[in-house]
């Protein structure tokens, strides 16, 4: 996993660095004089490698991270841990010195600025460990209590076989996990149908394709049929980045 | 006796003090009859106090331990029932806490403890009038569930709060053998669901159900077997039903229970209206002791109105299930002037807040959760406008819980500035090492801006970024801090010395993926039998640097969970915690005891 990870991360991420304030002055001045982004990664991985060998009784004297600890990448903000190096002081106590490196977001006020690198940091996201939303629980919500929440109904809702037609309909849109509902009766057309579920979950229109389950439980693109066959059949919308 | 060492024998509130050595001259000036002494100490409920009382003298001690009826114990592996039951002889409820907190959030591997059974088999024989249980995050199995209800004849009430491992046959057990039920409280568990038809396993001469939350259980119930249940069991007033019943049952249960103090809704909204919606409005007018309400699945404009009539007099609202935008939050809670406790969803926004701020100046506690805490692209929620909106006007506030993705060090010190106050103050921005989003500094100041202004606060949880200037204030300022939770900050050993260097009061302290190492770690060491426990994930610990501290501090518990991916010198997983039962038994193949 690292191996992929590093040399992504060593080809197509730009880095804004910031050095994490120490209180021991002398190292933080060292760190900047010698810190190269391409280096440490490749020098973590390898570092780490070299460990497995070790046959330190005293591990006080090399003291390593975990490798790379990758954060919320998807809002385009990361935060990597690289480990810099060791410095003994002279009462044999191990300081360790931490780099934090950000990625920030184009729109951060005075912020150097960033190519929003959608593709990639989507890739990484599955790169890392857990349930692939990023980190292992984070953020901190209890995950039953999520379930708990947003459980789907049984039931099915707006115009299934014999009962009496409502004109609601669930709307998805995917990654969020809160639907919405529609009144259909409000709309003649996909024209404004589409802007209107679009603007719900605060996308442009443009930016999403819309999708829906007909009775026979397929799900279709919406634009085929003519409008009225489409109100007769559909059961759920859902809505797609293109 | 000076502080330190007065909590070092203090094992969450049950001791195995040696009397005699307790004070050597146990000859009062002012001697009390035993008489007069276990009436008088039976009137003590606070288990703070209850072990001060225990520490006085001999006599003291003797009188304390036969006249207590209520045992708590925050950690099941700190002390063995054998030791508690041999303490206290007339124990009628018991509360046990198992698993550590991160095993909320999926830190703690699958069986790795805290099992129930073990304890009820020693409490059957020791309390076999136990009338009260209440677990939270323990390993809890339907044959637990079933020895319980099969064993304990005065039986009265079982809370289940984030414990996992059983199933509705368990349920099925409880409530067809507990003859004397007033409470069946089950939250946010990790239960098999199997089915609804434990209702109706309530037999028709229950009549004393006081409280029943099955809110967290998926599966429908029989509607005609809860209706006679809620109807004949008079004193009801909790009852918080799941989402699968919808607005029609609620309102024939509400007429049923108008006496009810704390209701949970099902879902609430329909398709089908049956009933005007000017009926429901008036039945929950005529349910004039409502404190709370929760629930309120799927609402909206046309169904959340109804409730208008009880909520004068609410002190506590939880729309942690209801996604409402901002405008329906604010019509909703000009209503709700005597509202104490509030927890919401993010999608109410910083307007939504606003009108938090507006209308609810006595508000004591908030809670905002995220409504979509994976989603990481275009999400609205709340930022540090809303939080400093609410502060303002909102000035007993003392509780918060805020997920945010964006904050700034001068908002949080404007919030404390207007409500010193705070006692738990737990700010969660969730991307990772967010600095302060104006200013592009660490959050430092912030948290600094809170433990210099709250002189009484026992809770903290830090995020965004962080150096170790942060944990310099807490340790220097937060003199009444109690629990502690720290993730992703610091930037050396440092941060973590501070703390342990400061905050006398501390007693749980947990921390994950931060560079705190083996120096940081055994720096603390004189202070961890004070504390219940330390949690330390996906830090810098190697085994040798947990050897060490397990080697110096015997009464302690040293315990590291292997990962398959870690190495074997690192300590992914530590969790440390004082003991007086030694090391675990139990204790699967992936825990090592040092």
């Known amino acids: ?242 | 006796m000076d502080l330190n060492q007065k909590r070092t024998r203090m094992v969450d509130r049950v001791d195995s003090v040696d009397p005699d050595l307790v004070s050597p001259e146990s000859t009062p000036m002012c001697p009390f009859p035993d008489e007069v002494l276990e009436p008088v100490l039976s009137l003590i409920n606070s288990h703070k106090d209850r072990s001060s009382v225990s520490l006085v003298c001999k006599d003291w001690y003797n009188a304390e331990r036969w006249s207590r009826r209520h045992v708590f114990i925050g950690n099941c592996y700190s002390v063995s029932p054998e030791i508690v039951v041999g303490r206290f002889p007339k124990i009628r409820s018991v509360t046990l806490k198992g698993k550590p907190r991160f095993s909320d959030f999926n830190l703690v591997p699958e069986d790795w403890g805290a099992d129930v059974y073990p304890w009820l088999s020693v409490l059957a024989k020791a309390y076999p009038f136990l009338e009260e249980l209440r677990l939270k995050r323990m390993a809890v199995s339907d044959e637990s569930l079933e020895f319980l209800a099969m064993n304990f004849p005065e039986f009265k009430a079982l809370s289940l709060l984030s414990c996992d491992g059983f199933s509705t046959d368990g349920l099925k057990a409880i409530a067809t053998h507990c003859r004397n039920l007033a409470e069946l409280d089950i939250q946010e568990n990790g239960i098999d669901d199997l089915g609804g038809d434990w209702l109706s396993c309530f037999p028709e001469t229950l009549t004393t159900l006081q409280v029943l939350n099955f809110a967290s259980l998926n599966s429908e119930v029989n509607f005609n077997d809860l209706e006679k249940l809620v109807t004949r069991c008079k004193s009801l007033r909790v009852l918080k039903v799941n989402r699968t019943i919808n607005l029609d049952q609620l309102q024939k249960l509400l007429l049923r229970a108008p006496q009810l103090t704390e209701l949970g809704t099902g879902t609430f909204t329909q398709d089908l209206v049956t009933r005007p919606v000017a009926d429901l409005e008036a039945t929950f007018g005529s349910c004039k002791n409502l404190l709370t309400i929760s629930g309120l699945w799927d609402t909206n404009s046309l169904y959340l109105p109804v409730i208008y009539p009880a909520c004068a007099s609410l002190t506590f609202l939880n729309l942690s299930c209801a996604a409402l935008r901002s405008f329906e939050l604010a019509m909703l809670l000009i209503h709700c002037k005597s509202l104490r406790r509030l927890w919401v969803l993010d999608t109410v926004g910083d307007m939504g807040l606003e009108a938090v701020g507006s209308w609810c100046p006595l508000l004591e506690e908030l809670r905002v959760f995220p409504a979509d805490p994976f989603e990481q692209e275009n999400v609205a929620g709340v930022t540090e406008s809303g939080f400093v909106a609410v502060s303002r006007g909102c000035p007993k506030l003392h509780y918060v819980l805020y997920f945010c993705h964006q904050m700034t060090n001068a908002a949080v010190a404007t919030v404390v500035q207007n409500c010193p106050g705070f006692t738990h103050f737990r700010l969660c921005i969730m991307n990772l090492g967010q600095p302060d989003y104006v200013t592009n500094e660490p959050m430092d100041e912030a948290f600094g801006a809170v433990v210099r202004t709250c002189p009484n606060l026992q809770r903290l949880a830090v995020s965004g970024l962080l150096t170790d200037l942060t944990f310099e204030y807490i340790g220097k300022y937060a003199k009444n801090l109690e629990i502690l939770s720290v993730a992703f900050a610091g930037s050396s050993d440092l941060g973590l010395k501070y703390v342990l260097g400061g905050c006398p009061r501390l007693r749980k302290l947990e921390i994950r993926d931060c560079p705190f190492g083996n120096a940081a770690l055994l720096s603390g060491l004189t202070k961890y039998e004070s504390m219940r426990s330390l949690w330390m994930s996906a830090c810098n610990l190697t085994m040798n640097g947990c050897r060490v501290l397990a080697k110096e501090m015997p009464r302690l518990n040293v315990e590291v969970m292997k990962d398959e991916d870690s190495e074997d010198s690192q300590a992914h997983k530590v969790y440390i915690y004082r003991t007086v039962a030694g090391p675990r038994r139990d204790a699967p193949p992936f825990v090592l005891t040092l």
């Open chain 1, 1 to 242: 996993m690292v191996l992929s990870v590093s040399s992504f991360f060593a080809k197509r991420m730009e880095l804004h660095l910031s050095l994490a304030i120490s209180s021991s002055s002398s190292s933080a001045s060292s760190c900047s004089s010698r810190f190269d982004p391409n280096y440490n990664i490749n020098y973590t991985h390898e570092h780490s490698n070299k460990r497995k060998h070790d046959d330190y009784d005293d591990d006080d004297n090399d003291q390593t991270m975990p490798l790379l600890v990758w954060g919320n990448f998807c809002c385009n903000k990361s935060h990597l841990i690289i480990e810099e190096h060791q410095d003994h002081d002279g009462d044999d106590e191990v300081q360790s010195n931490y780099v934090f490196v950000h990625r920030r977001n184009e729109y951060d006020g005075g912020a150097i600025g960033w190519p929003p690198m959608k593709s990639c940091t989507e890739n990484l996201c599955q790169l890392t460990m857990g349930n692939g939303d990023g980190v292992i629980g984070w953020p901190p919500v209890k995950l039953c209590r999520k379930k708990h929440c947003q459980l789907k109904m049984g039931t099915e809702d707006g115009g299934g076989g014999g009962r009496s037609k409502s004109t609601y309909y669930k709307v998805h849109m995917e990654g969020i996990e809160i639907a919405r509902k529609v009144d259909l009766n409000l709309h003649q057309s996909y024209q404004t149908l589409v802007p209107t579920l679009a603007n719900m979950f605060g996308k442009c229109f443009e930016d999403v394709k819309l999708t829906y389950q007909d009775q026979e439980g397929d799900w279709l693109l919406a634009g085929d049929v003519p409008w009225g066959t489409f109100i007769n059949t559909v059961q759920r919308l859902k809505l797609q980045r293109k």
